[in-house]
């Protein structure tokens, strides 16, 4: 479903009570997916095919309602992406009613955010999506239009905000900083129209609407704790090959020549890094980002701080790849378990011992292999 299908028609989405607040931050998720909206809406403005965004799936339970009430699901699963979209959705709306551009966007964003019942007994069915008792009340204000700021548009939200809050002024703010760059480009209704179709029809959701002889707790227990859990090279892998595919390169050719390197066995065995155990090629990637970005790499942030540096890079997709391979290269040999009985080799034992990994992204960049790529180093 498009978040048009999904929140289109009138309908309560209910998140129980006993499920967690809202959490989600601007690191790991909302500037992601406001990168991956004002990239969809600039090819869209350069006139260049849309394809839809994937979103994950939710998953809605019934909900029992008298005839003629509102109809409601409850969610099983996806209330942080379904509570971020409607506040990103509030704050698109809220800056296109301020610049005055054309009223129909303002409309098509408030139709996504709140339903339309006069004759609704419960006066929360207004709401397409109904959060957790901790963050209703700013929930309420920001569907309603009712947050304010005491400083400049531009500030920083309140310390202390919820998490909610701040949500939705980060995306404000995201929003007022792209139609101000908009303005040398196109005319703001030109902007908007685009913004708010990509938005509309061009995300989709895997809709899970579970039949009323289901098992949610079941449901949401598979999805959830089960299975083995993707590891982010896993990630950084798909995202290489989904660009490569695009890019119409020899995917086949690419992986058995570069990238089958980094698939042994060895690569997925756990190696401790301080008191946690993580993929020695998961290690391998937080390294080699440090030393291309010259900036910490969380081991939580990888992919999506990979995702940025295949963004950025000027490098062809082949050069990066073969970059990486050849310091995995070095790295492999950097942290072997033999190391020779040179000077060299005694230092490379005592960072071993030591577990003294912060010298490891420096040692990589200055490794022979490493000389070997066409890629120059950051």
């Not at 480009?185 to 029809?201: C, K």
Request: glycine residues 4%.
């Amino acid at each position: 479903m498009t978040l048009r299908e999904l929140f289109g028609p009138d309908r309560r989405l209910v998140v129980p009570v006993f499920q967690r607040p809202y959490v989600w931050n601007e690191d790991k998720n909302w500037r992601p997916l406001w990168e991956d909206v004002t990239a969809l809406v600039g090819r869209r403005l350069a006139g260049e095919e849309v394809h839809p965004h994937f979103l994950g799936a939710v998953v809605l339970d019934q909900l029992p309602t008298p005839t003629g009430a509102m109809p409601a699901r409850q969610v099983v699963d996806g209330q942080q992406r379904l509570t971020t979209l409607q506040v990103l959705l509030a704050a698109i709306r809220d800056v296109a009613r301020e610049l005055d551009v054309h009223d129909k966007y303002v409309r098509a964003l408030a139709k996504l955010t709140v339903n339309d019942d006069d004759m609704a007994d419960d006066p929360h069915a207004l709401y397409k999506v109904w959060p957790t008792h901790i963050d209703r009340a700013s929930f309420r204000d920001i569907v309603d239009g009712r947050l304010r700021r005491a400083t400049d548009v531009a500030a920083p939200a309140t310390p202390g905000a919820s998490a909610i809050v701040r949500a939705y002024w980060f995306f404000r703010d995201r929003t007022v900083e792209w139609a101000q760059e908009l303005s040398y480009e196109s005319t703001a209704d030109e902007g908007f129209d685009a913004l708010v179709r990509v938005v509309r029809d061009k995300f989709e959701f895997v809709v899970i609407d579970l039949k009323p002889e289901d098992n949610a707790q079941v449901i949401f227990e598979a999805l959830n704790d089960r299975g083995t859990p993707l590891q982010a090279s896993d990630l950084v892998k798909n995202l290489v090959f989904q660009k490569a595919e695009e890019q119409g390169l020899p995917v086949e050719e690419l992986y058995r020549d570069v990238w089958a390197q980094l698939e042994t066995p060895d690569w997925r065995q756990e190696v401790r890094q301080g008191r946690l155990k993580r993929p020695r090629l998961d290690v391998f990637l937080t390294q080699y980002l440090t030393c291309e970005l010259a900036e910490e790499v969380m081991a939580p942030e990888l992919f999506l701080t990979f995702r940025r540096y295949v963004a950025d890079s000027e490098s062809p997709l082949t050069d990066l790849m073969r970059h990486m391979v050849d310091r995995a290269d070095a790295y492999r040999q950097l942290t072997a378990a033999e190391q020779p009985t040179t000077p060299e080799g005694r230092l490379l034992r005592t960072v071993g011992i030591l577990d003294a990994n912060t010298v490891l992204p420096v040692l990589c960049g200055c490794s022979p292999a490493s000389a070997r790529t066409t890629v120059p180093a950051r």
